[in-house]
């Protein structure tokens, strides 16, 4: 049996996911936006800017698309090495194995890997075969291989910077009940709404104040840690995002939304040329005119 491939570095949870849900899957746009990972902007720890809602992760995410896309799995963590064998060992192409977080920098099929970088990933296996681990990695590799303790070291997700549990599965898909797009992205409107208010638990800075704190670094000049990872990663995800947002709004009719979470897009992919080309000043004045769209996107939405 053959599994279709999806590949996105960094959408690698939604394509993980349209891969295990199969011909039912709405595309990995539709789902990232069910996630509500466009909703907000946070800076972890006071220094690592990312274009997601305070307080939310890609686990918290994925439980919210997979409900509100009418279906449930099984979820699993913690354990033993011996245990994660067992795991993995049960999947194969018709009964996928959703695994992540795992540590983007060790999965040593990937060039340059091989040093734990504090970088999330999720990846689709489909099998084990002479203590083979075989699997759909969405950074572009289609049936990837890695000696099954490579991948149980690079699961245990022990450099993940938001909490989580070693080794988390997520298997045996079921659509309980059929929900099409659109009633999905309608129904997900509240939650959005609440990660726009910053109302997580507990409760986090708001998205503004973030904003607002990260064009003070940028005036002070990054750190090389934090530059490279705007200019690799959180720009181009957080710029896509928001454009997918947009695209999903229209759909439901949410025009005023849709029109900020547009501009809100633009504003991020126009942050890319001058991080790369050091130009701070406009860098810092996209990012104090994007602090205050995230309230006016929240108020923009029904039964906000």
């Given at each position: 049996m053959t599994m279709r491939y999806l590949g996105s570095g960094p959408y690698c949870y939604a394509n993980s996911l349209a891969m295990v849900l199969g011909s039912a899957a709405p595309e990995p746009a539709v789902i990232e936006v069910l996630t509500g990972s466009p909703f907000g902007a946070e800076l972890i720890g006071g220094v690592t800017p990312f274009f997601n809602p305070p307080g939310w992760d890609p686990g918290i995410g994925l439980d919210a698309a997979i409900n509100l896309l009418g279906w449930?799995?099984?979820k699993s963590s913690g354990g033993s090495g011996t245990d994660a064998a067992k795991r993995l060992r049960e999947a194969g192409p018709s009964h996928p194995l959703l695994a992540g977080p795992v540590e983007f920098g060790l999965l040593l099929h990937i060039p340059g890997s091989g040093t734990a970088i504090g970088s999330d990933h999720y990846v689709v296996v489909t099998g084990v075969e002479n203590n083979i681990v075989r699997f759909h990695d969405p950074h572009g590799h289609p049936y990837a291989t890695l000696p099954i303790n490579d991948f149980i070291t690079a699961w245990r997700a022990e450099s993940i910077g938001y909490a989580t549990e070693q080794f988390t599965a997520r298997t045996d898909f079921q659509q309980v009940r059929a929900v099409d797009n659109a009633t999905a992205l309608r129904r997900s409107l509240p939650a959005a709404a609440r990660w726009l208010a910053g109302e997580a638990n507990p409760p986090v800075s708001s998205s503004a104040a973030a904003l607002e704190r990260l064009a003070e670094l940028v005036e002070n000049g990054l750190e090389p840690s934090q530059h490279g990872h705007l200019s690799h990663f959180a720009i181009r995800v957080g710029a896509r995002r928001l454009n997918d947002a947009a695209t999903c709004l229209s759909l439901i009719e949410q025009h005023k939304a849709a029109d900020i979470a547009g501009s809100q897009a633009q504003l991020i992919g126009a942050m890319?040329?001058?991080?790369?080309?050091?130009?701070?000043?406009?860098?810092?004045?996209?990012?104090?005119?994007?602090?205050?769209?995230?309230?006016?996107?929240r108020t923009s939405l029904p039964d906000s």
């Open positions: 449930t799995c099984q890319q040329h001058p991080l790369v080309t050091d130009d701070r000043t406009t860098v810092a004045q996209l990012l104090r005119r994007l602090a205050p769209t995230y309230e006016q996107l």
